[in-house]
T-cell receptor, first 112, second 115 residues
């Protein structure tokens, strides 16, 4: 079993839709949770991050962490064609310098 | 530089050959990571440098893989006797000490194809 599970999609939605992306994980020691966006042939870029449980909102993006269920989510409101990319969840332990554990990524296409 | 630079962007090599992949981190970033991303997968950790030393090399798959960072800036990932299974995108990321777990910047990667 992989440490982090993520549905690879692909996911296709019309412009303006609300998108929900999710990951589950098995290691309860994970404390830092991140969402990265990766465009084709580019490196991942940090989109959102959360420490421990809770919600965080940044513009059209909301990240949620439920540590009791070992489940994290990213919501995108009013999706735009420019949001079309692969979204990767990542997580790591307490302490700086630890490796990140990534999900497989979900491919999202927003249709104009 | 403005971002993490990786060269070459693409590399095609024959099975059994030796390759070197270069990462030039953001100036002043003391922490440097190498990850490998296979097609349709998320990045997988290879090695972490803090300064010149490898603080964690537990992700290197076998002894054909080796990485150095002799002056604490540029890093080179070296792969000996390449195999077709080594084909992947090799990503480098750097972080300035004190920026916490969120301050990583990834390069665009080197796409390695072993034929």
């Amino acid at each position: 079993q992989k440490e982090v599970e993520q549905d690879p999609g692909p996911l296709s939605v019309p412009e303006g839709a609300i998108v929900s992306l999710n990951c589950t994980y098995s290691n309860s020691a994970f404390q830092y949770f991140m969402w990265y966006r990766q465009y084709s042939r580019k490196g991942p870029e940090l989109l959102m991050y959360t420490y421990s449980s809770g919600n965080k909102e940044d513009g059209r993006f909301t990240a949620q962490v439920d540590k009791s269920s070992k489940y994290i989510s990213l919501f995108i409101r009013d999706s735009q064609p420019s949001d079309s990319a692969t979204y990767l969840c990542a997580m790591t332990y307490q302490g700086v310098g630890n490796q990140f554990y990534f999900g497989t990524g979900t491919s999202l296409t927003v249709i104009p | 530089g403005a971002g993490v630079s990786q060269t070459p962007s693409n590399k095609v090599t024959e099975k059994g050959k030796y390759v070197e992949l270069r990462c030039d981190p953001i100036s002043g970033h003391t922490a440097l990571y190498w990850y490998r991303q296979s097609l349709g997968q998320g990045p997988e950790f290879l090695i972490y440098f803090q300064g010149t030393g490898a603080a964690d090399d537990s992700g290197l798959p076998n002894d054909r893989f080796f990485a150095v960072r002799p002056e604490g800036s540029v890093s080179t990932l070296k792969i000996q006797r390449t195999e077709r299974g080594d084909s992947a995108v090799y990503l480098c990321a750097s972080r300035v000490t004190g920026s916490g777990n969120y301050g990583y910047t990834f390069g665009s990667g080197t796409r390695l194809t072993v034929v």
